[in-house]
């Protein structure tokens, strides 16, 4: 089991540029989320799913795009990048029902957006 | 609206003092606590969680947490804390849909 992976681990990007952070998982997860993590704000959820072809806006959604098309993969798009936009990015799944919904966390992408 | 608070923004400690980072929620529903931790450079790890019953709960490497539904409260303890222990502890509340709501962080520094 290789949990859950993200890639890159580091990227700058100039403003105005796009990318797709990449997240995976291999435990059969239904659900998986995006968040952002910025120095005295913790953790902020940009975008959720449930399941494959199901997300939903977490708190900070705008300038970010999701899909799911395979319970497998969830990667976040970054359409037009933004000053705002640096921060550390993790991915995080776990199942989902119950009450049990411990959720495990990838590596992080460090993004620096010029 | 669904929130969680780390009053404790930094915390500096010698080597064998006791620590206890605080945790405050506000949820009227079903409560479901975490307290995750984060090394230098590393991604989350769970530390421990509570779903019901004991409100004791220990978790790994020797940390304890306290629910205390009275003051919305779930602390995080340690006795003794080691070099090793530096690191970024959040405190996170299961809210509606699944969505975690994470606190601010608190950063704990322990010198040798």
């Known amino acids: 089991n290789a949990g859950v992976t993200q890639t890159p681990k580091f990227q700058v990007l100039k403003t105005g540029q796009s990318m797709t952070l990449q997240c995976a998982q291999d435990m059969n997860h239904e659900y998986m989320s995006w968040y952002r993590q910025d120095p005295g704000m913790g953790l902020r959820l940009i975008h959720y799913?449930?399941?494959?072809?199901?997300?939903d806006q977490g708190e900070v959604p705008n300038g970010y795009n999701v899909s799911r098309s395979t319970t497998e993969d969830f990667p976040l798009r970054l359409l037009s990048a933004a000053p705002s936009q640096t921060s550390v990015y993790f991915c995080a799944s776990s199942r989902t029902g119950g009450r049990t919904n411990e959720q495990f966390f990838g590596p992080g992408t460090r993004l620096t957006v010029l | 609206a669904q929130s969680v608070s780390q009053h404790n923004h930094h915390v500096i400690l010698s080597e064998a003092a006791s620590l206890e980072l605080g945790c405050n929620y506000s949820?009227?529903?079903?409560?479901?606590l975490f307290w995750y931790v984060q090394y230098p450079g590393q991604h989350l790890q769970l530390l421990l969680k509570y779903f019901s019953g004991d409100p004791l709960v220990k978790g790994i490497k020797g940390f304890e947490a306290e629910f205390i539904k009275s003051k919305f409260s779930f602390n995080l303890r340690k006795p003794s804390v080691q070099w090793s222990d530096t690191a970024e502890y959040f405190c996170?509340?299961?809210?509606?849909?699944?969505?975690?709501?994470f606190g601010q962080g608190t950063e704990l520094s322990v010198k040798p």
């Open positions: 799913s449930v399941g494959a072809g199901i997300t």
């Open positions: 949820y009227g529903g079903t409560v479901n």
């Open positions: 996170a509340a299961l809210g509606q849909g699944g969505k975690l709501i």
